[in-house]
T-cell receptor, first 114, second 116 residues
C-alpha cells in the first residue's frame, strides 16, 4: 500500500522568500513521486517528478525537490517566491506496478504576501 | 504533446438527470484512463480505472451503477453521472496513460459539476 502525507495544509511566505512544502510518503516498493500545482477551478499541472536516477529533481518555474529514501521524503522548494506561485500544491506517489495510478496527499495551499 | 482534453469544463444539471463527461487524449493513445473526484478544498480521490475495451475497476465505496464509465476507444473515456443529486456536485478530473508509458499519466482540465 502507498500513502502520502503533506505537512501543513496552509503555508504562507513573503514574496522573495524561500518556499518549502513538505511531503512524506509510504511505499512498499520503490516509489515514483510527483508534485502538481492546481490553480482554482483548473486541472493539475506537473511541476516535477522522480522515478529513478538523480535524487535532486528540477522542475518548471524554478521548483525543485529531493528524494530522500532514508527520510521517506520528497520536499518541494523554490529559492524565491513569486506572487504567481500562490496556488494549491499536491504531492503524489505511484510505482512501476501502478500503471499511472496516483495516490495524492491532502494538498498544501501556498499564499504569497507582497 | 501529451494533451488530455476534458469536456465540458462546467455543467449545471437538475436533480435526477444524467450528465456525461468526456476525457480525450488528443495526441496519443491511452490504454488506461483514471477518473478522480475532488471536493472543495480537498485532495483528489481516485474513483475508477478505465481500460480500453474492458470494464472499469472501481475503488471501494464508489457506486458503479451511479458513475458509469465507458472506454470505447484508445482516445476516449466517458464518465456518466446517473440520476444526479446535489451531493454529486464536485470537480471531476481525468488522467490518461499512454501506451508503453509506465511512469506518468496526463491530466485533463477538470469538469465542475453542479447539481441543482
Amino acid at each position: 500500500a502507498q500513502s502520502v502525507t503533506q505537512l501543513g495544509s496552509h503555508v504562507s511566505v513573503s514574496e522573495g522568500a524561500l518556499v518549502l512544502l513538505r511531503c512524506n510518503y509510504s511505499s512498499s516498493v520503490p516509489p515514483y513521486l510527483f508534485w502538481y500545482v492546481q490553480y482554482p477551478n483548473q486541472g493539475l499541472q506537473l511541476l516535477l517528478k522522480y522515478t529513478t536516477g538523480a535524487t535532486l529533481v528540477k522542475g518548471i518555474n524554478g521548483f525543485e525537490a529531493e528524494f530522500k529514501k532514508s527520510e521517506t521524503s520528497f520536499h518541494l522548494t523554490k529559492p524565491s517566491a513569486h506572487m504567481s506561485d500562490a496556488a494549491e500544491y499536491f504531492c503524489a506517489v505511484s510505482s512501476y506496478n501502478q500503471g499511472g495510478k496516483l495516490i495524492f496527499g491532502q494538498g498544501t495551499e501556498l499564499s504569497v504576501k507582497p | 504533446g501529451a494533451v488530455v482534453s476534458q469536456h465540458p469544463s462546467r455543467v449545471i444539471c437538475k436533480s435526477g438527470t444524467s450528465v456525461k463527461i468526456e476525457c480525450r487524449s488528443l495526441d496519443f493513445q491511452a490504454t488506461t484512463m483514471f477518473w478522480y473526484r475532488q471536493f472543495p478544498k480537498q485532495s483528489l480521490m481516485l474513483m475508477a480505472t478505465s481500460n480500453e475495451g474492458s470494464k472499469a475497476t472501481y475503488e471501494q465505496g464508489v457506486e458503479k451503477d451511479k458513475f458509469l464509465i465507458n472506454h470505447a476507444s484508445l482516445t476516449l473515456s466517458t464518465l456518466t453521472v446517473t440520476s444526479a443529486h446535489p451531493e454529486d456536485s464536485s470537480f471531476y478530473i481525468c488522467s490518461a496513460r499512454a501506451i508503453r508509458e509506465n511512469t506518468e499519466a496526463f491530466f485533463g482540465q477538470g469538469t465542475r459539476l453542479t447539481v441543482v
